[in-house]
């Protein structure tokens, strides 16, 4: 809280006796957060892999994100931030060799990123390089799972969000079922306007569809409903259409 953290140290000596030394460090944000990005950004591109990476990490240290709540897209201005921190976390590390140190880092910024809200093909490209990199260079290691670790995380992490999902399909869900009724009942309704026509008029190949709607009168429905290849129905064989 107040920008403060706590640092202590216990010092013991051979004969068992200990004591706790503690000291309070305030660490604040800078005065101009958009110059000092902008700052960090540039010394990343000039700078060796490593300390590029960690220019990185200060950036979105610095910029602090918020993680978007379910369904919720982050703001475009860290969009932007956390794009550009991508973009210079693959120019400093193109052909560079892998180390367990370096990847792991870089792992925190995909990770970070990806926390952000920022769940798209470039963040996903991210992680698949850093990933085979990884792979490549003989880094996961199960007796040594932190990189596992982060990769896991970071893979889970990219996923939709499981609430969102379950929306998005329930809704769509919903819909064609409406759809399938719909056209079920459209054409039961059209089946018997014709027996019906041809009861009373004969054959019904002359009748044009808006006569034979009329059969059973207004419905509560006077209008297809969209499917799932188009987003309007500009054609209606209803005489009672609700669409103008």
Known sequence: TGYSVLLFVDVSTPFGATTTETITVQSRPPANVTKLIEDKLENA???????????LITVLG????PIPAPGSPPEPKDVE????VLDVLEEVTEGVPATEETV?????????????????????TALENLVLGAANANLFNAQSDA??????YAMGSILPD???VRTRTAARGRRLQQQQ???????????????????AFGATGDLPAHTLSTFFGRQDENHPLADGDHEVISECSSAYCDVV
């Open 181 to 199: 009724q719909q056209q079920s009942m459209n054409q039961f309704q059209t089946v018997e306007a014709e027996l019906l026509a041809d009861q």
């Open 62 to 65: 610095v910029n602090n994100a």
């Open 147 to 152: 990189l596992m670790n982060n990769m896991f």
């Open 104 to 124: 792991t880092k870089q792992a925190v910024v995909v990770t970070s990123v990806i926390d952000g809200g920022v769940k798209d093909s470039r963040s996903m």
């Open 81 to 84: 931030v956390m794009t550009r």
């Open 162 to 164: 499981e609430n969102a």
């Open 45 to 55: 591109r000039t700078a060796d892999p490593e300390t590029a990476v960690d220019n």
